[in-house]
């Protein structure tokens, strides 16, 4: 088969997630950049896990089932730290100010060009989505606007660490942020108010849809259907 008919059967993007596929099976290089865990944010967690889901806990761990990915909409990986590191959330969080003063942030963010960074331990609860905060870690992609869009290098990041997460723990679903509410009626979801709820478009549909295509060999359980 010469180049040219080897093109009419595979889009480049097809070659390429092949290659993710079965190319890479090193474990991603995962930078440690931690925000802030003191006592203080410990004991803010563990407010949260009480008020929220109703659990009593004398660490702020999880049980990792599902991998939720996310963009920032900050554009770059320094004011994404920053964001993230104080134990307050800041005052122009104002909307979700109600559900407890614990700051959001995520176990890892992936900059924009592909580097992966860990901001806290992978088994600490993160507030990054609303009800399964307690079974999630989170992906924050720095960026995801039309100025700074996502890139190709953090798409392939993703996949990596993924497919690590999957082969460390029981990870049972993979979401992006944008697909939570699915999980309202799910054993899994444990937020106690129904009027606690933020609308979500991140990562995106495109996105999500290059995600799952690369990691379908992963099999995660399928997602929760729409009322
Ligand atoms: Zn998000």
């Not at 092949?18 to 003191?38: H, R, S, V």
């Not at 959001?104 to 060009?113: A, G, L, P, R």
Request: include cysteine; proline fraction near 4%.
């Amino acid at each position: 088969m010469d180049y040219n008919s080897y093109g009419s059967f595979y889009s480049f993007k097809k070659v390429w997630l092949l290659l993710m596929l079965f190319g890479c099976t090193k474990a991603p290089e995962i930078i440690d950049k931690p925000i802030t865990f003191n006592q203080e944010r410990v004991d803010l967690t563990l407010q949260y896990m009480e008020d929220r889901y109703g659990l009593s806990q004398t660490e702020p761990t999880i049980v990792p089932e599902m991998v939720v990915i996310h963009y920032t909409v900050i554009p770059t990986l320094e004011k994404t730290l920053v964001a993230f590191d104080g134990a307050y959330l800041p005052e122009s969080r104002s909307g979700i100010a109600g559900a407890g003063s614990l700051n959001v942030s995520s176990q890892f963010v992936i900059d924009q060009d592909g580097s992966i960074y860990q901001l806290m331990p992978e088994n600490y609860m993160a507030r990054h989505v609303i009800g399964l905060n307690h079974c999630a870690i989170g992906i924050e992609n720095v960026g995801g606007t039309a100025d700074v869009p996502l890139t190709t290098a953090q798409l392939e990041s993703n996949i990596q660490l993924i497919k690590y997460l999957k082969g460390k723990y029981d990870i049972k679903f993979l979401i992006g942020h944008q697909e939570y509410t699915l999980f309202e009626d799910h054993d899994l979801w444990l937020e106690k108010d129904d009027s606690y709820r933020t609308e979500k478009s991140d990562p995106g549909i495109q996105f999500m849809r290059d995600i799952r295509e690369a990691t379908s060999y992963l099999d995660f359980l399928e997602l929760p259907k729409e009322n």
